[in-house]
């Protein structure tokens, strides 16, 4: 399993409150895109709720370390979904606005 920050909606600059937990394998979450650091991740999500309003607010950010051919990188993710299916709902909802890849948790 894969450690996860999860940052609650109004937290993003009050890192004190951040919580690193891992989320339950199959959980369904959207990506939003993947950055070369936190910060440029936590300032799309600032976008994206600029952008999409309560479509997006009422869902968690969830920023994910990764490494890829030796790179590491974050992903942006959003958590807060029934299942797939409504992950893939919410994708249809803002493809026209947003890149959206609906996601299982491994």
């Avoid at 920050?5 to 895109?33: F, H, M």
């Amino acid at each position: 399993s894969s450690l996860v920050s999860i940052i609650g909606i109004g937290d993003l600059t009050r890192k004190a409150n951040e919580l690193v937990v891992t989320l339950p394998v199959g959980s369904a979450v959207v990506q939003l895109g993947a950055f070369e650091s936190k910060s440029l991740a936590q300032i799309e999500w600032e976008r994206l709720e600029a952008l999409l309003g309560s479509v997006i607010t009422s869902k968690n950010m969830v920023i994910q370390k990764a490494e890829s051919g030796g790179k590491v990188f974050y992903r942006l993710r959003a958590f807060g979904f029934d299942d797939l299916s409504d992950a893939r709902q919410f994708c249809s909802a803002v493809n026209d606005k947003v890149a959206c890849i609906p996601v299982v948790t491994r």
